[in-house]
């Protein structure tokens, strides 16, 4: 079929290139072990931060809503009505990030997508974070305004390039990812929110990577800076350190009402399953219950991340539990991808277009469900094949 010869030469290509991706298949529940193409190995790889996706607490949780509410919401939301479950978890995110209001999506993808699309458009500009998460950049390319990009983490740029563009643009949001995903660091909030209050412009956060790791039991980057009823908008992930599916904007409660009018997800796809709902409701009843999850995630990550910096490995400049494992060019990540999992680890390599060209690297993500011994025997692989392949 010639017209789709060229997709068979791009994805030749991307296998030439070492940037192709092969996708594992799991015959086991997330956790710290895991089956993966019938073997079992330790896994490196889940943004299973707490080690939720599997507790009993939240298959108990989702099993009693199963029963109460059956698999499915039946339509959209603002069609078919909303089913008690979806409003109680938005009220118990709202509470627990001491947030005016909140609204769920079915995913983080979405809730960026639908926010950024509902609040600036043609006339408007975005001043994004050039490594921001490629559903933030989506939704601004959604959203038709102009995009600025400025320099990764740099209040002072952001401060040039709002400079550059006075008088060009009606209304205007800068936005930004809180931890970034593949470098595990911490975006300046408490900075850009002094400058967003300086010329009255919407701020908007990503805390995909900062629920449920930042902040007191995990409430997030707004938590950890102190910033609650600051920050304009925060987006949240149940996917991660919640172990579960779904996406949350919380905030400025004129915002959330505004999402419930124009926030296309929202109005055009239905919401998560009622089991989805109960078990992000339970994870927050575990958060508010202990820190312990969150201090031994925390744990975890200082001291593997202090063993591989001992053995010379360049971990960058990670501030949290993601540490990536910085290997330069794509084919030797993927080598030494292939070189860990002989060793019984998981643990992915990754390239480009997720993380710049030249910047390929295996990311690690700890989670608090690993043990000391787990930690020591990636530590051990990791030694072992940094050695074979000349990277330490
Ligand atoms: N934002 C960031 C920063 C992310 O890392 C991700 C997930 N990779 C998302 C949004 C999307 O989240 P979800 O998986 O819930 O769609």
Redesign the pocket.
Known sequence: MARLDWIQKELKNLKEAGLYNNIRTLGSPQGAWLEVDGRKVLNFCS?NYLGLANDPRMVAAAQDALKRYGVGPGAVRSIAGTMDIHTELEKRVAAFKQAEAAITFQ????A?LGTIQALVGKRDVIFSDELN?A??IDGCRLSGATIVRYEHCNPASLEQVIKENEGTYEKAMIIT?GVF?MDGDIAPLDKLYEIAQAHDIILMV?D??GEGVLGKSGRGIVDHFNLHGKVDIE?G????AFGV???VVSGNAVIIEWLKQRGRPFLFSSAVTPPDVAACIAAIDILESSTELVDRLWENGRYFKAGLKDMGFDIGFSETPITPVMLGEAPLAQQFSRELFENGIFGTSIGYPTVPKGKARIRVMISAAHSRDDLDDGLDAFEKVGKKLGVI
């Open positions: 943004n995913s983080g993808f979405c960026n998460h559903s933030i990812d995903s990503d995909a990577h987006i992930t149940f996917s991660k599916v779904g996406g």
